[in-house]
């Protein structure tokens, strides 16, 4: 995701909406294959830590805080790489607009 900053303001300074277009495309299909493998150690942590000698217990809670977390793995690759697409092109409102309006909640339900 990293190299997508660079490529997508290259396309942008270059004005080649084609290649802005397929930036983005490439880079959320390689996060997305990226997370597979984080992806498949979450659906399987609680398994792999009883083989590992943990205890029920916490093999049970590890396996359901994976099991919560599971989904977001791929998604956080992808909103990294739009939000990386979307700097390039030096549009940051959207993203502080929703920081801005998810900070209220976020802190709320952690103290809670």
């Keep these: 995701a990293m190299g997508t900053a660079t490529l997508a303001a290259q396309a942008h300074g270059a004005q080649d ?5 397929r930036v ?12 597979l493998p984080c992806v498949m150690l979450l659906a399987f942590i609680k398994p792999l830590a009883v083989s590992l000698g943990m205890s029920r217990v916490f093999a049970e809670r590890a396996g359901n805080y994976s099991l919560a977390v599971l989904l977001v793995t791929p998604c956080m690759g992808a909103q990294r ?21 998810a900070l209220p909640f ?5 103290w809670h």
């Design 81 to 101: 790489a739009v939000a990386l697409w979307l700097v390039s092109q030096k549009i940051t409102k959207p993203r502080l607009v929703i920081q801005v309006i």
């Design 24 to 35: 983005l495309q490439r880079s959320i299909l390689i996060t997305l294959l990226g997370s």
């Design 17 to 21: 909406d084609l290649a802005l277009g």
């Design 106 to 110: 976020h802190a709320f339900f952690t």
